[in-house]
């Protein structure tokens, strides 16, 4: 159940109070009794110990809940939990009873739901069918996705271009100090970024990746050719690599990224998938070959460059500010 349906709930009970005192008085009658009648009956319901919840009061759960504290276990009502005909369910039960009579922390928690099927199934039933219908083809869809990658083609053969020493001779560094600002190569380095750059951004319901435009493609190029970037190094490693998106904090976040695809290497991949493997390494090798090509010290201008997008992302996000 999540949070506003619990607060809703909340504003029906005092409606239907509100309503029932109505009806209970009448034309002229007391709705202010009325209403203080319900709300006694509501307080009582709060305080009084239910079967259903194992001896436990409603404001018991809530007040735990809140706290962070697991639900009270009476130790008279602790066999309610566990199957009398399964043997590892009693010795749990017997570790939890020597647990709770030498006043020991025993880690054991239980927790009320509302059995998969809330109230607003019982009065809503085509939302409820709708919203599962929606969630039934969304795994279905994921279910296709699933399949057609374990059917899509072995991974293409790759292999990160050298990266050459970033050492300029005098000579070279006037010969590009004299040239005309800007230079095409830097135009052609935009257009191959808006082309295969991906940027995350922020958004009110969760980050996610969109394509570049050409003039932040442009500023970007021109910011790293700026900090010392060999950008026509850099455009080889991209258009040497085999797959389309190439994320922009792979460039700004080396260490991480590469980690990350190390780890599912490890832990995720089964190891006998030799085209999944090969894919997560080409992902590998060519964030270390961004590395070798991005400096440290440009990485750091990158990651002020993205803050700086991320903040107009989320002032669009967010809309323009309302007049008090």
């Given at each position: 159940m999540c949070y506003q349906e619990c607060a809703l709930y909340g504003d029906l009970v005092l409606y239907l109070r509100d309503r029932a005192a109505d009806l209970l008085?009448?034309?002229?009658?007391?709705?202010?009794?009325?209403?203080?009648?319900?709300?006694?009956?509501?307080?009582?319901?709060?305080?009084t110990p239910q079967d259903e919840l194992h001896g436990c009061a409603p404001r018991d759960l809530i007040w735990a809940e809140q706290k962070g504290e697991p639900n009270p276990i009476h130790p008279d009502r602790l066999a309610e939990f566990f199957d009398d005909d399964c043997p590892i369910c009693q010795a749990m039960q017997q570790e939890i009873e020597a647990a709770i009579e030498a006043g020991e922390e025993h880690g054991w928690q239980w927790h009320y739901d509302d059995g998969g099927y809330p109230l607003i199934a019982r009065y809503d039933p085509e939302g409820w069918d709708e919203r599962w219908a929606?969630?039934?083809?969304?795994?279905?869809?994921?279910?296709?996705?699933?399949?057609?990658?374990?059917?899509?083609?072995?991974?293409?053969?790759?292999?990160?271009?050298?990266?050459?020493?970033a050492e300029v001779s005098p000579?070279?560094?006037i010969a590009r100090a004299r040239q005309p600002w800007l230079d095409p190569a830097l135009h052609r380095a935009a257009r191959?970024?808006?082309?295969?750059?991906?940027?995350?951004?922020?958004?009110?319901?969760g980050p996610r990746?969109?394509?570049?435009?050409?003039?932040?493609?442009?500023?970007?190029?021109?910011?790293?050719?700026?900090?010392?970037?060999?950008?026509?190094s850099l455009l080889a490693q991209i258009e040497a690599f085999p797959y389309q998106n190439?994320?922009?904090?792979?460039?700004?976040?080396?260490?991480?990224?590469?980690?990350?695809?190390?780890?599912?290497?490890?832990?995720?991949?089964?190891?006998?998938?030799?085209?999944?493997?090969?894919?997560?390494?080409?992902?590998?090798?060519?964030?270390?070959?961004?590395a070798r090509?991005?400096?440290p010290g440009a990485r750091l201008w990158l990651q002020g460059w993205l803050d700086a997008v991320a903040c107009g992302a989320f002032t669009r996000a967010a809309g323009p500010p309302t007049e008090e």
């Open positions: 008085a009448g034309d002229g009658g007391d709705v202010e009794a009325e209403r203080a009648r319900l709300d006694a009956i509501i307080r009582d319901w709060f305080f929606e969630e039934h083809a969304a795994f279905e869809r994921w279910q296709a996705e699933q399949a057609e990658q374990e059917t899509q083609p072995a991974a293409p053969a790759y292999e990160p271009p050298p990266v050459e020493p000579e070279e560094f191959m970024l808006a082309d295969r750059v991906d940027c995350p951004e922020p958004t009110l319901s990746y969109r394509r570049l435009t050409y003039d932040e493609a442009l500023s970007l190029a021109v910011g790293l050719h700026k900090q010392g970037v060999d950008v026509e190439v994320a922009l904090d792979w460039l700004s976040q080396p260490e991480q990224n590469a980690a990350m695809m190390t780890k599912a290497m490890e832990q995720v991949i089964a190891p006998d998938d030799e085209d999944e493997m090969a894919r997560f390494r080409h992902h590998r090798d060519f964030i270390f070959a961004l090509v991005v400096h």
